[in-house]
């Protein structure tokens, strides 16, 4: 009996990081210009995210922009639907308020699966998170 509740207990914690991990976002515009596809808060504990992205998924750039804390954004990995990927080496320091540079995506303007983003918090007074926000350019 103890080595099934150990199992559940194992399962649900998968269950529920994996859950965290993946932040679905339902784009409903498919007017040009940005628009916002989703946000996610980074943890001190965990060094990537993930944004799932749904609906109108067709973007021909993205950036990322930082509130609340200060966060350096290693890399992003970009997924699209056909399967293929797109690695983008940012190495970016953000202070709150600022954003990485607009990421063109390859392919002209492919449909996007998910978004994958590689980061560390910087220590900061008041040990707040960053909220991270994803943006794409139709």
């Not at 994996?18 to 946000?39: C, Y």
């Not at 990995?77 to 320091?93: A, L, P, R, W, Y």
């Amino acid at each position: 009996m103890k080595k099934v509740m150990i199992v559940f207990a194992v399962l649900f914690a998968a269950i529920v990081n994996f859950a965290q991990a993946q932040k679905p976002s339902v784009m409903l515009s498919d007017k040009p210009g940005w628009h916002k596809i989703g946000e996610v808060k980074a943890d001190f504990k965990m060094e990537d995210q993930t944004i799932a992205v749904l609906g109108n998924d067709r973007f021909k750039s993205i950036l990322l922009k930082v509130t609340d804390s200060p966060i350096n954004i290693e890399d992003v990995t970009v997924i699209f639907e056909n399967g293929e990927t797109q690695d983008i080496h940012v190495k970016s320091e953000l202070k709150a308020g600022s954003e990485t540079r607009q990421i063109d995506l390859k392919g002209g303007s492919p449909e996007i699966k998910q978004v994958k983003f590689t980061y560390k918090t910087l220590p900061n007074a008041e040990n707040d998170k960053a909220h991270v926000e994803l943006y794409g350019l139709k």
